[in-house]
């Protein structure tokens, strides 16, 4: 627990035997349930997870939404929710920074800003930096909120994230969060963070097929729920 408030950790993971032993180890303590949702491994990332101290859940429908969207489902009551990704990409020891502002009630989202933060050269590709700089500048033209990252190290209330009815289950669903927090006017918060050369080939900004997927998926989230604004706004 911290601040009285108990707090949960959902780690989606794909492949990720080398690096999942890491990344649950480096968890802070004070997080009451870790769960992994290993979206269909090929490898030991189920076994390396549950031998580093994670439940383990598996989600065999391919999916970054599908497998938060499983953590969700298999995680013990919490008020807090923080996801993280598997590759150890991350730095889990800075949670404190995100978890915080919710704890003191200054916010109901937290989002980890690679951008604003210290990434290490060579960690966020080119595509990965013209599509966090399109995505957030679109939803700040829509919605009228300022993000600067789409990362994937974040925190929300548990309350707050089940009423946002989250339903993306591929590339979207870290876009889909930010609009739909600014939709119901949630007080969100983007802090800077540590970001370091994930372990391992990306799924997604890794290859041509994969950044092209995310990238549509993503531009087309975006475009469904401005129109879904547009009608509501003209009632």
Not at 41 to 70: F, I, K, M, P
Not at 109 to 138: H, K, Y
Request: charged letters at 25%; hydrophobic letters at 45%; proline letters at 4%.
């Amino acid at each position: 627990m911290r601040g009285g408030l108990r707090i949960g950790c959902i780690i989606p993971a794909l492949n990720e035997e080398a690096a999942i032993g890491q990344v649950v180890a480096a968890v802070p303590r004070w997080v009451d349930s870790i769960v992994v949702v290993d979206n269909g491994s090929t490898d030991a990332t189920a076994a390396r997870a549950g031998e580093a101290g994670a439940a383990v859940v598996r989600q065999r429908e391919r999916g970054y939404g599908a497998a938060c969207l499983a953590g969700m489902a298999a995680l013990p009551a919490t008020d807090v929710v923080v996801f993280l990704d598997g590759d150890y990409s991350d730095f889990p020891e800075e949670m404190h920074t995100l978890v915080d502002p919710i704890v003191a009630r200054r916010a109901d989202l937290v989002i980890g800003s690679r951008v604003a933060g210290n990434a290490e050269p060579g960690a966020l590709t080119p595509q990965q930096q013209f599509g966090n700089w399109l995505a957030t500048r679109l939803v700040q033209a829509i919605w009228s909120v300022a993000y600067t990252d789409l990362g994937p190290f974040r925190a929300i209330r548990r309350a707050s994230l089940d009423a946002l009815g989250m339903a993306d289950r591929t590339f979207g669903w870290t876009v889909e969060m930010q609009i739909k927090a600014a939709r119901d006017g949630l007080a969100a918060l983007e802090v800077p963070v540590r970001y370091r050369r994930r372990i391992g080939v990306s799924k997604i900004s890794g290859t041509l097929k994969g950044t092209v997927l995310a990238g549509t998926r993503i531009l087309s989230l975006i475009a469904r729920e401005a129109v879904r604004k547009t009608q509501k706004d003209r009632g």
